[in-house]
């Protein structure tokens, strides 16, 4: 992209990613570079080059990739107005949730597959993140595992999810809801998107999952399927924010452990 001037830097600087929005003549880019660990960069270009965004991108909702290099390791889109709702009222404002809601069910609506031991595979992660350093306590470590170890095995069927669906990833510009960043893209169960949603903002403000589920249709979560998805979520929050040094993020996955072994221990 000769002649490309950097806009801004718009990374998070939480890993080894750099993403900068950059203006060339009478366009707007987003120009995202990651490293050789950086294993999120596959998955999103997996996401572009699967033909599954196009959903959205058609639509305006979701950036069009422009130029890739899977070797080197950069993509490149167009660039899409809007503000992250992220830390904002509209994080937290029930028809941004329902719009989020109706987009989200289009993109889940697109394919199936069986899961054949996806679920059985996520609980084997949930185990490993505990053999990687971290701040739970011993105790309550110690109860995680035999938790997990006493997990049935739910194999529902997968869809094509975000992976991080949460207003960290929605611009809004004026009436519109858009998306970004697909990172964590891959088929699982449709409920894993909601899963980050359930401990921030309807934890908030429940009247935004109401409005949610207005926009999205059904409610596919199995009350044991659910507990075993936030249950791994809360482990692997508290553990990855510990290792990239996230406090807040870090506080938030102890938060979800601790809640959800009182909610077991109140049945």
Same mark, same amino acid.
């Given at each position: 992209?000769?002649?490309?001037?950097?806009?801004?830097?718009?990374?998070?600087?939480?890993?080894?990613?750099?993403?900068?929005?950059?203006r060339r003549r009478d366009a707007e880019f987003v120009v995202k570079a990651a490293g050789p660990d950086a294993h999120h960069f596959g998955r999103e270009l997996d996401a572009h080059l699967s033909g599954l965004l196009s959903v959205w991108c058609d639509t305006g909702h979701a950036p069009v990739l422009r130029?890739?290099?899977?070797?080197?390791?950069?993509?490149?889109?167009?660039?899409?107005?809007?503000?992250?709702?992220?830390?904002?009222?509209?994080g937290v404002d029930p028809e941004v949730h329902r719009r989020a809601g109706v987009l989200l069910r289009e993109f889940h609506a697109q394919a199936v597959r069986p899961s054949?031991?996806?679920?059985?595979?996520?609980t084997v992660r949930a185990r490993a993140w505990l053999d990687t350093p971290h701040a739970i306590a011993p105790d309550v470590e110690a109860?995680?595992?035999?938790?997990?170890? =006493?997990?049935? @095995?739910?194999? $529902?069927?997968?869809v094509p999810t975000?992976?991080?669906?949460?207003?960290?990833?929605w611009l809004v510009d004026g009436d519109e809801v858009r998306v970004i960043d697909f990172g964590r893209f891959a088929f699982r169960p449709a409920a894993t998107d909601f899963a980050r949603l359930a401990v921030q903002e309807w934890r908030e403000d429940p009247a935004c999952e109401a409005a949610f589920f207005?926009?999205?249709?059904?409610?596919?979560?199995?009350?044991?399927?659910?507990?075993?998805?936030?249950?791994?979520?809360?482990?692997?929050? =508290?553990?990855? @924010?510990?290792? $990239?040094?996230d406090a807040e993020f870090e506080a938030q996955g102890h938060r979800m452990i601790a809640e959800l072994l009182a909610e077991v221990d109140a049945r």
């Open positions: 992209m000769p002649a490309a001037d950097v806009v801004a830097d718009l990374s998070w600087n939480q890993v080894e990613t750099v993403v900068l929005r950059v130029h890739h290099d899977r070797e080197a390791r950069v993509l490149v889109t167009a660039w899409l107005p809007g503000e992250l709702a992220y830390r904002t009222p509209w054949e031991g996806t679920d059985a595979a996520a109860r995680l595992r035999s938790m997990l170890a =006493a997990l049935p @095995a739910i194999e $529902v069927d997968l975000h992976g991080d669906w949460q207003p960290r990833n207005d926009g999205y249709g059904d409610d596919p979560r199995h009350p044991e399927h659910w507990l075993s998805i936030r249950l791994r979520e809360a482990i692997a929050t =508290a553990c990855w @924010a510990h290792q $990239v040094g």
